[in-house]
């Protein structure tokens, strides 16, 4: 599956998964409350699928699989028969009528902590978070190559990717972040990385570059990781899996003697004999190397494959003891969002770093082949974020909603039609300027 298609799919499963379990929690109180369900549908747009229950709901899957809706009983909408008034949305108590709107993003939070648990059960690979030498900021502050990383501003950091998630969320705001480290000679040192001297037109795609911080390079095992399609070691019958023995008559111990001995021995003829080992069989396997512009004029010779990744770490626990570490993830990653989200307001970080469809499709792809751990983090980051978009006082979002059920039970009556009709075409432009900008930013980061 190339990445456009992988792209496309996995956000189709990313959004499916996400608004049934949001629309779900506003279903289901509806219901407990005694309110008609008229439709749930996963998706806008012309039904591709359809069935009706006992209780007359409709369940749709529809066309465009970017949103999702639960449509129930009201007055407003439609003539009511004096029959089901009862069961009419606008005829239920106001702080029923809110519970049903919270539904929607407190299921997004459960189906996060869930996502986050069955991601430590699973086990989540990563690297230990050990920096090779430093440049830029951070050889400014001292950083020193074979540092391990512990916190970074009083947070614990057990991994290379929660250490660029704390360093990026200072970097993006300008603050300065301080960096404990434990040195390659087993001493503890604290190195404060001066954000607030960056300057302010660096960009999203250059912060790191700026940082200076790079992993640490491992061994990785002569194990074929990927295999490019069209290239000689899909041709001669390479699969992934497979561990090179030797090529030629040169042993093989590592990648890096992979990628160091291909070109010298195709330079002399493209013509490989390679042994391989696959499972407990041993096999022998002719290859022709391809050669390839090397980008500086010259040529070099290649197998098109790539290396398993070789990770020295591994988030995992037991089903008991990954409960708090779940509740501890999903808190953390509620103040980072919370944290970025003032930042985007207050004007201290770019609205360069929104993000739109396009950019969540790369990233669900890009997760999902990770694997399964992996991706569950992914859902429960775009999970909490669904729940917090949907909880803000826009008028059309959840949380506008609550706002006029709010004022509705603050001043005894509900807030005039006129009111919600015209802050419904206010949130509506509201989110089609955030969408354009997000959609905007997503096709910027795609161009050369």
Partial sequence: MNEFFGSVWWLIVTLGLLVTFHEFGHFIVARWFGVKVLRFSVGFGKPLWMRRD??????????????????????REGEVAPADLDQAHNRKPVLQRMAIAAAGPAFNLVFTVLAFWLMFVVGKPDFLPIVAAPSGIAAEAGMLAGDRITAVNGDAVDSWSKALQKLGESAIGRMDARVDVVTSGNGSATRTLAFSQMPANVGEDQLFDQIGLSLAPRERPAVVGRISD??????????????????????????????????????????????????????????????????????????GVGSTAAYDAKLQYGPLAAIPQA??????????????????????????????????????NGSAQMGLAWFLGFLALISLSLAIINLLPIPILDGGHLLYYLIELIKGGPVSERSQIAGQYVGLLMLVALMGLAIFNDIHRLLP
């Fill in 230 to 303: 069209g290239d000689p070691a899909a041709q001669a019958g390479i699969q992934v899996g497979d561990r090179i023995l030797r090529i030629n008559d040169r042993d093989v111990n590592g990648f890096s003697d992979i990628e160091t001995l291909i070109p010298e021995e195709a330079a002399r003829d493209p013509q490989l004999d390679l042994l391989i080992q696959r499972g407990n069989e041993r096999i022998e396997i002719p290859l022709t190397a391809a050669a390839v512009d090397a980008g500086d004029g010259k040529s070099r010779f290649i197998m």
């Fill in 54 to 75: 006992r209780h007359g709901t409709e369940f749709a899957v529809a066309a465009i699989p970017l949103g999702g809706y639960v449509k129930m009983l009201d007055e």
């Fill in 327 to 364: 509740f501890a993830e999903t808190w953390d990653a509620t103040k980072s969002s919370l944290s970025m989200l003032k930042m985007l307001v207050v004007g201290r970080a770019s609205l360069d770093n929104l993000s739109g469809p396009i950019s969540i499709a790369r990233f669900a």
